[in-house]
């Protein structure tokens, strides 16, 4: 099966990333707060494929909301999401997760303590109040490949 997807913006009141969202048990508190950019990813031959989110801080970024369906999961598409976020991003990119820290490593992203973020990263809804203390924090160490 092809990977290739087509990214496109969609606001954060998108019924559709609501559901996938919540689906994943990934947090939609804050989703429709001003600043953050979200995208659907469409396959090839016209397909819902998945979701995922920047949140700029400062010049550094937070990747959030990467979800993709469950009928889609184990093809390579949750690492085109990725890449085709991060395409055009400059500055450094954190997130946080709860579950799915080996996807990540798998495409550049390392464990980094609290401390060691930036303020601003640090005081997003997120990392300040949404996700859970235990959450990973990850920064992406080099480009995702
Ligand atoms: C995490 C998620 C996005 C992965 O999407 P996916 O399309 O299944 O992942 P891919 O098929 O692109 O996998 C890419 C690589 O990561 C690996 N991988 C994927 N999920 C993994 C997991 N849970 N644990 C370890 N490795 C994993 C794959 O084996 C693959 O490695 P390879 O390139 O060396 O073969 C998907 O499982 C998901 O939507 N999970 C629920 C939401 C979530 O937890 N999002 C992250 C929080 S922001």
Do not use: W
Request: proline share 5%; net charge negative; aromatic share 6%.
């Amino acid at each position: 099966m092809s990977n290739v997807i087509t990214l496109r913006e969609v606001a954060g009141g998108d019924a559709c990333l609501h559901e996938a969202l919540r689906a994943a048990d990934l947090p939609t508190d804050d989703i429709e707060d001003d600043g953050r950019a979200f995208f659907e990813a469409v396959s090839g031959d016209g397909q819902m494929i998945g979701y995922a989110g920047l949140e700029p801080c400062a010049g550094d970024y937070l990747l959030r909301s990467v979800v993709v369906l469950q009928a889609h999961r184990c093809h390579g598409f949750g690492r085109s999401i990725v890449e085709a976020t991060l395409r055009d991003v400059e500055g450094d990119v954190f997130l946080a997760t709860t579950s799915a820290a080996p996807f990540f490593s798998t495409m550049g992203f390392a464990e980094v303590r609290r401390a060691e973020l930036p303020a601003a990263v640090l005081a997003t809804r997120q990392l300040s109040s949404i996700c859970p203390a235990s959450a990973t924090i990850m920064k992406l160490t080099r480009p995702p490949t």
